[in-house]
């Protein structure tokens, strides 16, 4: 099988290829295609790629090739794993930059900063879904682009079911409440429901058992890890749920927008300079006698370590604790719904598809985050119960705004990326909201199209 990866000189790319090295079974991969528009970027990765299938010892590592030419890239592919970043992350740095300055978030997929991205984003990801109908009309198309709900939701209206989004932050949550309750994470199964990075877990079913109330109830338990930290006690006991990570933007509001002004240096700014560091480091004069692999296992090792440190120093939560530092590991997510496609095996996996049926408040083709049957056929949301109204009214909200941005980005109407931004929970300005645009017009070329 082919699998196309875009933005494949992106730093997270070596994750995907190691999961897919252990991967001995009939019908896996065989050939992967880079694409990038960043030829140098792309030769660091390969780089990377070539050290680890060496060091693996496995001796049909699948192919690897890259390239600069999108449709030379998608022509064929049995799956397309979409990682790009309109902008890179001088981008990002600029959302999070300009976002503050009017004293509103600038996270990449939450608020101002969210918004921006996707009004960058969603004309190029509609252009990928469309050569994707041209070109690979057979291919799925798994998309971890941020923001990830809006960006599925965007390729779906082009290529219906066949793209699929996913994030490794829910799966992450259900193996750390899992490993609390002494359970296998393996075999437990995540209650979860609302959209990417707005979501929470309701409960967890170890061999049919919901072992959730029992650790609400432990205040000690309850306390001793990440989300329990960050959230504290008492938040998580009156919710009767444990929020996804990103919910603290939303619940310590002022909070995390004090802290992010305070920094030292946002985290797209520190992402962005870590990561010129590593390719620096790959493309510089002495860069034939060191390890890329090496260079590349250190960089992630502290950016791991980092990971949303501005929202843990204003909750009081510390240093990130050695169990917390395991993401979901969005390389498996892929992995897994991969398999379970091509080969039919069938798993449930919490993911980014159109809501269907699944929650009344939403219409059917929302997309939403939420476990889901995989088989042959594609991914099939489950069912579940209501969401509480508090959480409901945060979803809607949200959603509606998602659907300003897919506007404006369709139509180029600079009065609907106002109203997106102002609609927004966490923005909650019509004058803020222009601010906002007309900022983002200076610093992003790429928003010309908003007139």
């Known amino acids: 099988m082919k699998l196309v990866i875009l933005g494949g000189g992106g730093f997270r790319v070596p994750l995907v290829y190691g999961a897919l090295l252990g991967d001995h079974a009939e019908g896996r991969v065989t050939e992967v295609v880079l694409h990038d528009l960043d030829a140098g970027r792309l030769g660091a990765v390969a780089r990377v790629l070539a050290e680890q299938a060496a060091a693996s010892g496995v001796p049909d590592a699948p192919a690897v090739t890259a390239t600069t030419d999108l449709d030379e890239a998608l022509r064929g592919a049995d799956f397309v794993f979409s990682a790009i970043r309109v902008g890179g992350l001088e981008g990002r740095a600029a959302d999070e930059r300009v976002a503050l300055a009017q004293g509103v978030l600038g996270q990449e997929t939450v608020g ?7 009004l960058r984003t969603v004309p190029v990801a509609v252009d990928i879904a469309r050569r994707v109908r041209r070109l690979a009309p057979d291919a799925w198309v798994i998309n971890f682009t941020n923001p990830a709900g809006l960006v599925t939701e965007a390729m779906s209206r082009h290529i219906g079911d066949r793209v699929i989004g996913i994030c490794d932050s829910p799966v992450g949550l259900g193996r750390r409440v899992a490993r609390m309750l002494g359970g296998n994470p393996d075999e437990a199964f995540i209650d979860y429901v609302g959209l990417n990075h707005l979501g929470w877990l309701r409960g967890l079913r170890i061999a049919g058992r919901d072992e959730l109330p029992r650790l609400l109830g432990d205040a000690e338990l309850l306390g001793s890890f990440e989300e329990g930290r960050l959230f504290g006690v008492e938040w998580l006991q009156s919710l009767g749920a444990v929020p996804n990570e990103y919910l603290h933007y939303y619940y310590f509001n002022r909070e995390a927008v004090q802290a992010y002004q305070e920094a030292k240096q946002t985290r797209g700014a520190f992402l962005r300079d870590q990561q010129a560091r590593f390719y620096a480091e790959l493309s510089g004069p002495e860069a034939a006698a060191s390890s890329a692999l090496a260079a590349w296992d250190a960089t992630r ?7 949303m440190s501005e929202n843990r120093e204003a909750a ?10 395991e993401s979901g590991g969005y390389e498996k997510v892929a992995l897994a719904l991969m398999r379970a496609i091509a080969r039919d095996e069938r798993t449930t996996l919490i993911l980014n598809v159109r809501n269907r049926t699944t929650l009344a408040a939403l219409d059917a083709d929302a997309v939403i985050e939420v476990p889901c049957s995989v088989d042959a056929n594609g991914a099939h949301p489950m069912s ?11 979803v809607c909200g949200v959603k509606a705004v998602e659907r300003e941005v897919l506007s404006a980005a369709e139509s180029g109407s600079r009065t609907t990326a106002v109203k997106a ?3 927004h929970p966490l923005v909650d300005s019509v004058a803020v909201a222009r601010r906002l645009v007309e900022g983002y017009r200076e610093v992003h070329p790429g928003l010309d199209y908003l007139t």
């Open 112 to 118: 101002a900063g969210g918004i921006a991205y996707g």
């Open 301 to 307: 090792a502290e950016r791991e370590a980092t990971y």
């Open 316 to 325: 009081g939560a510390g240093e990130r604790a050695a169990d917390d530092l």
């Open 384 to 394: 579940v119960d209501a969401l509480p109204g508090h959480a409901t009214g945060l």
């Open 421 to 423: 931004f102002a609609l």
